[in-house]
């Protein structure tokens, strides 16, 4: 009877232990935790249960998919110049030259996707659907509007992570980017064109593809004639920013149009394994090819947004060449795979570990690389501190090196954004950045601040001034900095503050009045 009466014991204990449990990986997984453990808890209660694998009928994927694919709605100040309109000099022509009446102007609309990652209301999306918008509005499978506040913006792959303010939402199930084959079914699902709900079919057509969209502003685009004519005089290389973007696309013929940015790629069995971000087109429209972000890449991001609030990215220090059947005359060697170290940062994580120019990486934790994108996504899917295996080949052997990976400072990558910070200037209306070098040559100038953002109903959005925009002179002052265009502001003439600058349409002047 004892026995029994133990054995009665130990199995009540064991059952309060385990509901106990369950209890606190439930609370924790809705209070925190990463997109990881929300997911395991939401799928293991929810199983997805779809049985299209293999089979030409994706009705059951789409099915499970579609009520977890969000259309989200941006709308941004008639002055963001970013999403196009008219000029803002047909502004001035009318507010100045047209009997005082001020054109009445409405705000600009865009459209893109989203996929639920968690039911508390996670949004994964591309950055470009929500950069410099000043509203995002996500339109749920239910029709509901709700207004979505921004986690975090990440343009070196082109992801964010928004938040809607509700509960019980369909989630899309992540699966394993690094599982995906080429030649396997996928569909691509989101809100092209501005149509409801749409779903396509093709085939995986390629991995790790880099179609070099991504980075190019922090590149400053090519190198200027004043910049060759000082590489030819003196032999040194122009100094640019290091690029820290990471492209590694999935490719697919399944059809992605404008507005599917942001909506999810999925497999046959209805799993996340990529986000649709870019087609390749000469029309804009879809032609042939779309890229998505592999989703192992994106948790990863999601993951640093929730927990720091910002991308935590680690780097190995090195600039490289990938190789290939035509390598260029300098780098002496027979290999046509594998990447081409040309030069190692003093400091980063690789010169510490022994890499050294002329060594060429093959293999990193075990798996063969071949490209440049091979690399980008598995480095950029780990954090500052994290170790890696470099098999490298030296001197015709292999040797494997431990690499620790450093933060963006190691590189050369400025993380005290104070000094090139806008500022904002309350009086127009307006944040002011000083115009880089790049940008002076460029429009051949010699002085200028570039208008960063515009305040609705401020001084410059009252007279159509746009971001982007190019001011070198205030009041016949020259400007360079926000200090600049403050000291010069009070030096009016009859009441009235003078501006000049540039734009892509040219130079142009303008007045209004003192406030």
Do not use: C
């Amino acid at each position: 009877m004892k026995k029994i009466l133990g054995i009665t014991v130990l199995a009540a204990f064991i059952g309060g232990a385990a509901a106990i449990g369950g209890y606190k990986l439930f609370e924790r997984s809705q209070n925190g935790g990463t997109i990881s453990e929300k997911q395991n808890l939401y799928f293991a209660n929810n199983p997805l249960k779809v049985s299209s694998a293999g089979a030409a009928d994706f009705t059951e994927a789409a099915a499970a998919v579609a009520p977890g694919v969000v259309h989200i709605k941006t709308t941004y100040s008639a002055s963001n110049k970013s999403q196009g309109g008219s000029s803002p000099f047909d502004m001035f022509e009318d507010f100045f030259g047209g009997g005082g009446r001020q054109m009445q102007r409405q705000p600009k609309a865009a459209s893109g996707s989203g996929v639920i990652i968690s039911q508390d209301g996670y949004i994964i999306t591309n950055n470009h659907v929500v950069d410099n918008a000043d509203k995002v509005e996500v339109v749920l499978t239910d029709r509901r509007k709700v207004e979505a506040k921004v986690i975090g913006r990440d343009p070196n792959t082109d992801l964010a992570l928004i938040k809607v303010n509700a509960t019980g939402l369909p989630v899309v199930k992540m699966g394993n980017s690094d599982n995906v084959q080429v030649g396997e079914w996928v569909l691509a699902v989101g809100f092209p064109l501005d149509l409801q709900t749409t779903v396509t079919a093709g085939i995986v057509s390629a991995k790790n593809r880099s179609i070099g969209i991504i980075g190019r502003e922090q590149q400053g685009g090519g190198i200027t004639e004043e910049e060759y004519r000082e590489y030819q005089r003196t032999g040194k290389r122009p100094e640019r920013p290091a690029n820290t973007s990471i492209e590694s696309f999935i490719q697919t013929d399944a059809a992605i149009n404008p507005g599917n940015s942001g909506g999810a790629l999925v497999n046959a069995n209805g799993e996340l394994v990529g986000i649709n971000s870019a087609i390749a087109s000469q029309s804009g429209y879809n032609q042939g090819y779309g890229f998505a972000i592999p989703v192992n890449l994106a948790r990863k991001i999601v993951d640093d947004f929730m927990k720091y609030g910002s991308v935590k990215r680690g780097y190995i220090g090195v600039n490289f060449v990938p190789l290939s059947a035509e390598n260029p005359s300098d780098i002496k060697t027979n290999e046509i795979s594998g990447l081409y170290v040309n030069d190692v940062v003093a400091g980063g994580g690789a010169a510490a570990a022994g890499i050294k120019s002329g060594d060429i990486i093959k293999k990193v934790d075990g798996l063969v690389i071949n490209d440049s994108p091979d690399l980008q996504e598995r480095i950029g899917r780990l954090n500052p501190g994290d170790k890696v295996k470099l098999s490298v080949l030296r001197d015709g052997s292999l040797k494997d090196f431990s690499v620790t990976l450093k933060g963006e400072s190691s590189v050369g990558v400025n993380t005290n954004t104070a000094a090139t910070k806008s500022v904002e200037v309350s009086k127009l209306g307006a944040t002011f950045a000083p115009a880089t070098q790049a940008q002076k040559s460029e429009l051949k100038i010699n002085s200028g601040v570039v208008v960063t953002s515009v305040t609705a109903g401020k001084a410059f959005d009252n007279i159509g001034v746009e971001k982007g925009l190019i001011i070198t002179k205030v009041n016949g002052q020259a400007v360079n900095n926000v200090t600049d265009v403050q000291k010069a502001l009070p030096q009016t003439r009859n009441g009235m503050i003078y501006m000049s600058g540039v734009s892509e349409q040219g130079t142009f002047n303008f007045s209004f009045p003192a406030q």
